[in-house]
């Protein structure tokens, strides 16, 4: 199994600000995701990280205002930009297991916009 | 297209008695599916999954689940429910190409 490490664990910020959350994988891995949990929901897949090319962002979420660096095969950084409350949620790096397809998460990174 | 139904957004048993977590999918090609379990204020990890193999699956912490094709469930049982068992789980279907569907969620709530 991959171990993921995910920094900060959790953090409060002030609104207008930016916050980046780093995602280190023990493994080299093609595809990194970064998903978010609002408080009390499930997963939403926010993008899928690529080593080498921009980030495919799903509907509803932007590069400006989650840019997404993924400098090399084990590691991802995840910015949220001009923070508001809405944007208070658990932010989550995973990876799938390539043969299975299973996904490994970090322990996640709770955000508190104030 | 794929889509997964978690049936019960929260569910409460007592200490010992037996756990049903229901999961209901849909796939126009043969899925893996997987259950997670998220305790608080931490990351999900995986329980279970079927991936065409046997369609009983076992898991960890005395978890397993069956996968019925014909009722396009994916239920998670375990035999006897412990205080340590309460989190939130989640049903994940996917098609392959790493797309993955999550569930609603399901609290277990385990009485003392």
């Known amino acids: 199994s991959a171990v993921i490490s995910q920094k900060p664990s959790r953090d409060i910020c002030q609104r207008g600000t930016s916050l980046t959350i780093q995602c280190q994988v023990d493994s080299q891995v093609t595809m990194m995701f970064w998903y978010r949990q609002q408080p009390g929901q499930s997963l939403t897949l926010i993008a899928t990280a690529n080593q080498g090319s921009e980030a495919t962002y799903e509907s509803g979420f932007v590069i400006d205002k989650f840019p997404i660096s993924r400098p090399n095969l084990t590691f991802s950084t995840l910015t949220v930009s001009n923070m508001s409350p809405e944007d208070s949620s658990i932010y989550l790096c995973s990876v799938p297991r390539s043969n299975t397809g299973e996904l490994f998460f970090g322990e996640g990174s709770r955000l508190t916009v104030l | 297209a794929q889509s997964v139904t978690q049936l019960d957004s929260h569910v409460s048993v007592s200490e010992g008695t037996p756990v049903l977590l229901r999961c209901n999918y849909s796939s126009s090609y043969s899925p893996s599916l997987f259950w997670y379990v998220q305790h608080p204020n931490k990351g999900l990890q995986l329980l279970l999954k079927?991936?065409?193999?046997?369609?009983l699956v076992k898991g960890i912490n005395g978890f397993e689940a069956e996968f019925k094709k014909s009722e396009t469930s994916f239920h998670l049982t375990k035999p006897s429910a412990h205080m340590s068992d309460a989190a939130e789980y989640f049903c994940?279907?996917?098609?392959?190409?790493?797309?993955?569907?999550f569930g609603t969620g399901t609290r277990l709530k385990v009485l003392a």
């Open positions: 994940v279907v996917s098609e392959g190409t790493y797309k993955y569907i």
């Open positions: 079927y991936t065409s193999a046997a369609t």
